[in-house]
């Protein structure tokens, strides 16, 4: 079954460095996000990408995150500037058609630990 | 009311037991609904997708109340491998899920 695969698994960077998190959606998949998840909280949005450009982001994604598709296989977030806060697990999803309607499927995570 | 909400447990059941979960959500306009179930530390997985009044899947059954914007899971026959984190997930706008904090279930021999 095609799944959503993201790299690395485990990040650790210094407070104040930039990191980039990346994702290789399902391949016939169309809409792509990121989400996170601070340890014992819930699931939350950060943005949604579609046709090369963001089509929705929440009041989390900030001047601090960027999302692009440098190719046509990658999906990459990237946090500049990182805090302490931004450590949490990273969960990159897409789906064939607009996520309202269609399941989102999630990629293993990427867990980012800011020291 | 919260966009999501639901009851986050401990469910704490026996093997063979019937347990069931709620969700409450608040936009009115949302036509898809969908159950994930987290595994601790894991991404979460599609469980079951609601689209009309219910949707039933083996021993799992989904239905919807949209009238009192209501949610519910059922679980038939639990197993050991049930125990798990179940995520109420609806729709806000076009594409962003918005998730309920989870509800805890530990199935036990």
């Known amino acids: 079954e095609p799944e959503v695969t993201q790299t690395p698994s485990h990040q650790v960077t210094q407070m104040g460095q930039e990191v980039i998190l990346r994702c290789v959606p399902i391949s016939n998949h169309l809409y792509f996000y990121w989400y996170r998840q601070i340890l014992g909280q819930k699931v939350e949005f950060l943005v949604s990408?579609?046709?090369?450009?963001?089509?929705?982001k929440s009041e989390i994604f900030d001047d601090q995150f960027s999302v692009e598709r440098p190719d046509g296989s990658n999906f990459t977030l990237k946090i500049r500037s990182t805090k302490l806060e931004d450590s949490a697990m990273y969960f990159c999803a897409s789906s064939e058609r607009d996520g309202g309607n269609q399941p989102q499927h999630f990629g293993d995570g990427t867990r980012l630990s800011i020291l | 009311r919260k966009e999501v909400e639901q009851d986050p447990g401990p469910f704490n059941v026996p093997e063979g037991a019937t347990v069931a979960f709620n969700c409450t959500y608040s936009n009115s306009a949302s036509q898809s609904f969908f159950w994930y179930r987290q595994d601790c530390r894991k991404e979460p997985k599609l469980l079951m997708s609601v689209y009309s009044s219910g949707n039933e899947d083996g021993r799992f059954t989904a239905q919807l109340n949209r009238a009192s914007q209501y949610i519910s899971l059922l679980i038939r026959d639990s197993k050991l491998s049930d125990s798990a984190t179940y995520l109420c997930?609806?729709?806000?706008?076009?594409?962003?899920?918005?998730f309920g904090t989870g509800t805890r279930l530990q199935v036990f021999p």
């Open positions: 997930v609806v729709p806000y706008n076009t594409d962003k899920l918005i």
């Open positions: 990408f579609y046709n090369n450009e963001i089509s929705e």
